[in-house]
């Protein structure tokens, strides 16, 4: 089984333009993500896509591998699927370019999900992590996910789900974390599928294949890291990296 992880990178997020490319310690954001990804050991090739040069310019002067996108895409599966379509691969671990933090433990939860997935009837797999503090759950730049029995994803959201209409139900709160593998069939299939309402509402590109019947497992970690979205995030992951 050939396993790679591809990091999609903007330049221009909306949210913090040019947050990929801030100071982290001595290095560019998206440059501490790629080394934290590549020292894990666990991928034949570690690669960023990117529609930017200043981004695809930074990985290779720090010796890494980059690849620049031919079209423009409005999430980083596009931009995955697109750079893999004739790669000779099974697996692709898409790493987001704001998580310096990836840790290799979870990275290896997804890949066994794989590994013991015989039938092949698993799509993707992603990671939660259980949350518990209000202002989180109830955040909209916090992606929760609810899951059945098995751990498969029923629904993604911005808002609080399941909603505690009745609070003396014990619930769990459950995180998105952005770090998906997938199987390479499905990837190239959202590809060609078009965006339909679900994720057109809630602008979370996970809702496409849930919205054409693909299946998710979900993997639960422990390790939350900080995902950089806002300058008050980058200035959080400064800290944590001291």
Known sequence: MKIISM??????????????????GGKSV?????EATANTNLFDDVIVVT??????????NHGGKAMMSKKEHECGSDRIAEAIEFLDIDIVINVQGDEPFTDKESLEKLIAVFKDDHDKNIDL??????ITGEEDINSPNTVKVVVDQSNFAL??????????????????????KGVY???????LDFYRFPMLTLEASEKLEQLRY???????????????GVEIDTPEDLERAKKAWK
């Open 155 to 176: 629904y993604f959201s911005r808002n609080p789900i399941p909603y505690p209409r009745d609070k003396s139900i014990p619930v769990k709160y459950f995180k998105h």
């Open 210 to 224: 849930l919205e054409y019947g693909k299946r998710i497992k979900m993997v639960e970690t422990t390790t939350e």
């Open 125 to 130: 797999a992603s990671l939660m992590v259980h």
């Open 30 to 34: 998206i440059v501490r993500t790629y």
């Open 51 to 60: 529609d930017s040069d200043i981004i695809y310019n930074e990985i290779i």
């Open 181 to 187: 593998a997938f199987r390479k069939q499905a990837l």
């Open 7 to 24: 990091i999609p990178a903007r330049y221009s997020a909306s949210r913090f333009p040019g947050k990929l490319m801030q100071d982290l």
